[in-house]
């Protein structure tokens, strides 16, 4: 990809997190590269391909950060890890992530069913990592996978809009550990 085109991607994601897809025109995306409108014609051929750019990247993201999880390891630390890969994603690409956990719906045709099939894959990876752990050992016997991946990915896919971009993602999804799987009925500590 060239340089330019990069940008535009870029330039594209951060306004579509901004205005959302149907609040970001040609126009602004033309103005933000300090282009005319036309121009934008040689680098995408359209707003919709700078969407599903966009999803691409923010898929590929969240993949890699549950890629990079060891396999080898313990059922609640491929969990943590997992957290941390995610967060530090939303922190570290908040455009990418914003769009591609709110505007995936402005998707048209194949791009959508492949975006989609995307968002599914990863949920699906979430599952199998709570299956594993209950399967392993680790995790409670009685745990409802899908439930468990839901709630974790309900919170986590959220962080765009409540992240701030000076916070420890590392520490939070520890925190968020903790309290995932140790849960928030148990035994108290003293203080």
Do not use: C
Request: hydrophobic share 40%; net charge negative; no cysteine.
């Amino acid at each position: 990809m060239s340089a330019r085109k990069a940008e535009l991607t870029r330039e594209a994601a951060r306004l579509f997190a901004e205005r959302g897809y149907h609040g970001t025109s040609m126009d602004a995306l033309a103005q933000a590269l300090g282009v005319q409108k036309g121009s934008l014609y040689s680098l995408t051929g359209s707003k919709q391909e700078l969407l599903y750019a966009t999803m691409r990247d923010g898929a590929d993201a969240f993949h890699a950060a549950l890629d990079a999880v060891p396999e080898d390891a313990p059922a609640v630390e491929r969990v943590r890890l997992a957290l941390r890969g995610h967060l530090r994603v939303v922190s570290e690409q908040i455009d990418v992530a914003t769009v591609f956990t709110r505007e995936w719906r402005y998707l048209d045709g194949e791009h959508r069913e492949e975006i989609l099939a995307e968002r599914r894959r990863y949920e699906e990876r979430w599952r199998a990592l709570f299956s594993e752990g209950l399967e392993k050992g680790g995790l409670r016997t009685d745990l409802d996978v899908a439930a468990a991946a839901l709630l974790v990915l309900s919170a986590a896919n959220w962080a765009y809009t409540w992240l701030t971009p000076d916070r420890d993602t590392d520490e939070l999804a520890d925190r968020f550990t903790a309290i995932l799987v140790d849960g928030i009925r148990g035994y108290a500590t003293p203080r």
